[in-house]
C-alpha cells in the first residue's frame, strides 16, 4: 500500500496569497497518478486536479499541480476566500487506492 | 447535472451491518461506462477508499475492510449499495458514494470525479 503523506497538516494564509501544499508518497506513483481534492463542511467533495497537473473541469487556473516520482505540489496562487478548506491527495497508481490525511487552508 | 446521494440509517449497533444506498440522478449516468466507488472519513480523521464497483459488475475491495464489504449495483445503474458486517466504533464515519471519472471518453477507477455529500454513520448501542 503506498502511503501518502501530506503536509504542512495547517496552513495559516491571508486571502490573496500563495499556497503550497505538499504530498509525499512513500513509494513511486507511476505516471503521475495522483488527483487533488477539495472538501468543505456540508458539501461535496471537488475533484480538482488529476494526473499530477491536469485541471478538472471547471476548475480556476489559480489551481495548479505538479510533480512526479514521490513528491507532488498543489499550488493555489492567489487565495480566495473560497479556497479556505482542507485538500486531500489520493494516488491510483496501485490497486488499493489511498489518500492523504489532508492539509487544512485556514484563514490567517 | 448528475448528483449522487447517500441514503440509510444514521445509527447502526455494534456487530451489525452497515447498509447504505447511493442514487443516482438528474442526468444520465452513462450505465455502460462508468465506474462508481465509496470513500469514508472517520471523525477528525482522513479519507479511506473502501471499494469500487466495475460498470461490468465485478468490485474491487480494500484489503482492510475486503472480508467484511460488500458494494453491488442495479443493472440500471441508478443506484448502487454498500454493505458492511460486523460492525465496530471504528467504523463510524462518514460514508461518501463517488463516481470514478473518464479520461478522453475511457472510463477508468482512479479518481473520483463527481461525489455525493455523505452520511455520517454511528456505530453504538
Known amino acids: 500500500e503506498i502511503v501518502l503523506t501530506q503536509s504542512p497538516g495547517t496552513l495559516s494564509l491571508s486571502p490573496g496569497e500563495r499556497a503550497t501544499l505538499s504530498c509525499r508518497a512513500s513509494q513511486s506513483v507511476s505516471s503521475g497518478f495522483l488527483a487533488w481534492y477539495q472538501l468543505k463542511p456540508g458539501q461535496t467533495p471537488r475533484l480538482l486536479i488529476y494526473g499530477a497537473s491536469s485541471r478538472a473541469t471547471g476548475v480556476p487556473d489559480r489551481f495548479s499541480g505538479s510533480g512526479s516520482g514521490t513528491d507532488f505540489t498543489l499550488t493555489i496562487s492567489r487565495l480566495e476566500p473560497a479556497d479556505f478548506a482542507v485538500y486531500y491527495c489520493q494516488q491510483y497508481s496501485s490497486s488499493v487506492r489511498t489518500f492523504g490525511q489532508g492539509t487544512k487552508v485556514e484563514i490567517k | 447535472q448528475l448528483q449522487l446521494q447517500e441514503s440509510g440509517p444514521g445509527l447502526v449497533k455494534p456487530s451489525e451491518t452497515l447498509s447504505l444506498t447511493c442514487s443516482v440522478s438528474?442526468?444520465?449516468?452513462?450505465?455502460?461506462?462508468?465506474?462508481w466507488g465509496w470513500v469514508r472519513q472517520p471523525p477528525g480523521k482522513g479519507l479511506e477508499w473502501i471499494g469500487t464497483l466495475y460498470h461490468s459488475g465485478n468490485t474491487n475491495y480494500n484489503p482492510s475492510l475486503k472480508s467484511r464489504v460488500t458494494i453491488s449495483g442495479e443493472t440500471s445503474k441508478t443506484r448502487f449499495s454498500l454493505k458492511l458486517t460486523s460492525v465496530t466504533a471504528a467504523d463510524t464515519a462518514v460514508y461518501y458514494c463517488?463516481?470514478?471519472?473518464?479520461?478522453?471518453?475511457?472510463?477508468?477507477?482512479?479518481?473520483?470525479?463527481?461525489w455525493g455529500r455523505g452520511t455520517l454513520v454511528t456505530v453504538s448501542s
Open positions: 438528474g442526468g444520465s449516468p452513462s450505465p455502460n461506462s462508468h465506474h
Open positions: 463517488a463516481r470514478h471519472g473518464c479520461v478522453n471518453g475511457v472510463c477508468y477507477t482512479w479518481y473520483f470525479d463527481l
